[in-house]
Nanobody, 124 residues
Framework: QVQLVESGGGLVQAGASLRLSCAAS????????MGWFRQAPGKEREFVAGINWSGSNTYYADSVKGRFTISRDNAKNTVYLQMNSLKPEDTAVYYC?????????????????WGQGNQVTVSS
């Protein structure tokens, strides 16, 4: 069992930066691929970024490529999402997810554990 707790969201202006953190419980964090998803009001949950168990492989949605960076610190059981050049369309609840195994999945169904969600609001 893995529990995920996100932090770092908030309200910022367009062009600003935020860093989300996701702390995981358990001693097998390095066995999991980690990902970030987001869900805006009235829309489906969408993939944002993913990182494999070792951090050697990352993958991004086209909408955030070049602006967001996912990273992980296995010693701290934590995954991060650095978000730069934020846009109003980035406004959403951001969820951290964990998936046992090395592979990153770009749909929600294959992920095994989810955090509670963290609101990010970008004003124009």
């Amino acid at each position: 069992q893995v529990q995920l707790v996100e932090s770092g969201g908030g309200l910022v202006q367009a062009g600003a930066s935020l860093r989300l953190s996701c702390a995981a419980s358990g001693r097998t964090f390095s066995s999991y691929a980690m990902g970030w998803f987001r869900q805006a009001p009235g829309k489906e949950r969408e993939f944002v970024a993913g990182i494999n168990w070792s951090g050697s492989n990352t993958y991004y949605a086209d909408s955030v490529k070049g602006r967001f960076t996912i990273s992980r610190d296995n010693a701290k059981n934590t995954v991060y999402l650095q978000m730069n050049s934020l846009k109003p369309e980035d406004t959403a609840v951001y969820y951290c997810a964990a998936r046992l195994g090395p592979a990153i999945a770009t749909t929600a169904r294959p992920w095994d554990y989810w955090g509670q969600g963290n609101q990010v609001t970008v004003s124009s």
